[in-house]
Nanobody, 123 residues
Framework: QAPVIESGGGSVQTGGSLRLSCAPS????????MGWFREAPGKEREFVAG????????NYADSVKGRFTISRDNAKNTVYLQMNSLKFEDTAVYYC????????????????WGQGTQVTVSS
């Protein structure tokens, strides 16, 4: 089983909203930095948003700034990605990942990955 499990994906129309959740499976990631990445068909996996262990630092890809918000609730051991004003180009499989040190966008520093959740935006 994957160390983190994503949920909340689905199909939505352009301009709609979705909230993705990420929770650990069998361990806690309270002290870990967390990130969201996405992989669209035919494209490489890319950084979407990252958050440090206490939520005091966040980073976003330029393509989602102002529309997506990453947050975490350490009491619930859960990380969220609120996605508003969704566009067709946001269609992708979204992955949650955990890192021992926060580097934001550097995919290679994330040690634990989920299996992804599909987000489909249609007009």
């Amino acid at each position: 089983q994957a160390p983190v499990i994503e949920s909340g994906g689905g199909s939505v129309q352009t301009g709609g909203s979705l909230r993705l959740s990420c929770a650990p499976s069998g361990r806690t990631f309270v002290s870990y930095a967390m990130g969201w990445f996405r992989e669209a068909p035919g494209k490489e996996r890319e950084f979407v948003a990252g958050i440090n262990w206490n939520g005091g630092q966040t980073n976003y890809a330029d393509s989602v700034k102002g529309r997506f918000t990453i947050s975490r609730d350490n009491a619930k051991n859960t990380v969220y990605l609120q996605m508003n004003s969704l566009k067709f180009e946001d269609t992708a499989v979204y992955y949650c990942a955990a890192a021992t040190a926060y580097t934001g966008y550097r995919m290679s520093t994330y040690d634990f990955w989920g299996q992804g959740t599909q987000v489909t935006v249609s007009s």
